[in-house]
DNA sequence: GTCTATACAGTGATAGAC
DNA sequence: GTCTATCACTGTATAGAC
């Protein structure tokens, strides 16, 4: 059997646990080291920096996953393809967020204090995932305003389905929004392949 | 120096603006003290509850100002006003939330750790949100599916807005997106009623 | 690499002088 | 009412044994 964790990137999706839990000021060293089943000194050696290096690389990490599961391809679709891409994105967003029960770190973040300290990562996060989006709807027709628009609106929907479905602690919600967001954009409505099923 | 406050509600909007700011964890009796004028004696004096009873306060007093300024306009609003209520609802939500550079402290407290200890306040917050712009729109033609989709879609394209225009530090995206929303709404862009729900 | 022990500042909260 | 002093505790971070 081997160790839960050998690298410094296994702990990653544990600590990225912990932060979405409790944020980015809640979580202490003593809970990430109870999660992580990691003492102090352990975590000082993979992330010399302490809390604030920990963090970096969980944001990291997640930018990394959305960067190559949904920005990318919405980047590669082609004009024929670009409504499988878009269905493919709300299907992953709704998979990552585990129905909205599941907090969006970097939007969390964005809204706390922590935003000064991780600015750059929090802003390129979204940047690019509207810029994904606005890009592979122009493929659409929609010329470059319009686009912009309804990738922002798209993305912000997003967020905003989740802080709602988690005041009201009702996955419905977040079903429901996210059905709206998608019947919104270009290309037409969807066959309900994607997310329909619950 | 002349003093700041000298009544429990003249601290709560310097409260309110700590924990918007610093978020309930990162809101320290030492920052709390230094905006507000007051020594931790005196804090206390306002607050028995300590810090758990500030938020709460400022809690309340959020709610009292929407439940008056947006949510009982919008119940209250007949048929032939209605449009002008939900423009006013935009209006004041635009100048609440100064153009997007001010966070909403309740969609920040449902995204922590806080949620757990105000959940029943943040629920209701959003609550009665939804449900007086269901309320409203219903009065337009809306059926209860197609206003309660809508209303919900509203307010987390509203909360979702303020996340996004906070992450890319860009008040230009709170106002297109605000005026996005607006334009779904009915009446004036009347919905179908044929295939919005199923 | 992982642990224990520890340093030291900062936390929320309380008591008492004025 | 407001302050200062102080409480017990937890925070992050470090050092050193193994």
Redesign the interface.
Known sequence: MPRLVTERADVLPLLAEVFR???Y??ASLQLISQATGLGKGSLYHFFPGGKAEMAAAVLAEIDDWFERELYAPLRAAEDESVAAAIDAMFAAVDAYFRGGGR?CL???L????A?DRF?AA??S???RW?GALADALQRTGCDTTTAT?LA??T??????????T????DPA?FR??LQ??RE?LPPGNPVDAGNAGH
């Open positions: 839990e409790h944020g000021e809640g907090v970097v939007g969390a964005a809204l706390g204090a935003r600015g929090i802003a996060y979204f940047a509207v628009a922002e609106a993305v912000a929907g997003i967020q905003g389905a989740l802080v709602l988690r005041a009201l602690d919600v429901r929004t709206a967001l919104r």
